[in-house]
C-alpha cells in the first residue's frame, strides 16, 4: 500500500519561511509527478507547485518566486520550501504524487493527510 507522509507544517510571521516534506512509501514501480496543493477555508483546493520526474517544474503565480518545490528521487521525497510568507497562504497543504504501479505500468494518484500552515503576526 503506497502511503505519502508530510511533514514541516506550522505557525510562522508574515515574512518568515518554512519546509514541507512528502516522503513517499509503499511498493510502486517509480515515482511520477509530484507536487503540493493548499486549500484555505472557504475556498477550492489549489495547484501550488508541481514537478515532473525529470526536474521540470511550475508554480502557481500567486507563489512564483518565493516558493521553490524540489525533489530527491532517490529518497522518494518531494520538498517545497516556502519563503517570504503571507497570510493568505495559510492553508491546509497537500501533497500529491501520481505513482507509476508494479503490475501493468498503471498510474494512480495519491494525496497526503494535509499539513496545516498558518501565517499570522
Known amino acids: 500500500q503506497v502511503q505519502l507522509a508530510e511533514s514541516g507544517g506550522g505557525s510562522v510571521q508574515p515574512g518568515g519561511s518554512l519546509r514541507l516534506s512528502c516522503k513517499a512509501s509503499g511498493n510502486f514501480f517509480r515515482l511520477d509527478a509530484m507536487g503540493w496543493y493548499r486549500q484555505a477555508p472557504g475556498k477550492e483546493r489549489e495547484l501550488v507547485a508541481v514537478a515532473t520526474y525529470g526536474g521540470r517544474t511550475n508554480y502557481a503565480d500567486s507563489v512564483k518566486g518565493r516558493f521553490t518545490i524540489s525533489r530527491d528521487n532517490a529518497k522518494n521525497t518531494v520538498y517545497l520550501q516556502m519563503n517570504s510568507l503571507k497570510p493568505e497562504d495559510t492553508a491546509v497543504y497537500y501533497c500529491?504524487?501520481?505513482?507509476?504501479?508494479?503490475?501493468?505500468?498503471?498510474?494512480?494518484?495519491?494525496w497526503g493527510q494535509g499539513t496545516q500552515v498558518t501565517v499570522s503576526s
Open positions: 500529491n504524487a501520481d505513482i507509476v504501479q508494479i503490475s501493468g505500468g498503471l498510474v494512480l494518484t495519491y
